[in-house]
């Protein structure tokens, strides 16, 4: 998708599913046990008003691990999808990885570039949609989330933890910040 206004590719805000959108409840596959995190339907809005398109990018192992399907993933990212286009905040694609390197089970169990920290989710939103990475900001609650974005040319990581570890395992220039509500916080200064 590009901005028809000046002809230019669109910047994207990639969000992590588990941490980010919801409260990650491990494997969170149903529609009772999704808890949408404080702030996110804010955070969508500010981005969408500056410009951004909406895109999640998830490691789904639970898939690979079997312990749900991808018609489960599939049936409740209908849901979530729908609040948020309900909320005026659209998603403009969603990305998914079930494979598990060691986990999981049957073609599940491989090793793939589309598995975060790899960059193939990133890529091929940005394909599809012709995004400009640089201009693109990643939000997750891990330093694997942030590290993908590097790996794929994203301009702004931004990692939601209070972790210590995740912190320093992620990629120098993180900006590290407390709350979703922070980063929308940020998203209105710089934009």
Known sequence: MRD??????SKALFLDRDGI???DSGYTHRR???VFMDGIF???ACAGRAGFLLVIATNQSGIGRGLYTEDDFHHLMRWVTGEFAARGAPIARVEFCPEHPTAGIGPYRRVTDRRKPGPGMLRDAAAALTLDLPASVIVGDKASDAEAGRRAGVGTLILVSDDPAERRLAPPGTLAMTSIRAVTDWLL???
């Open 4 to 9: 028809a206004s000046r002809g230019l590719p």
């Open 21 to 23: 959108i919801n409260h």
């Open 32 to 34: 009772e046990d999704f």
């Open 189 to 191: 200064r710089v934009t």
């Open 42 to 44: 804010d955070l969508a």
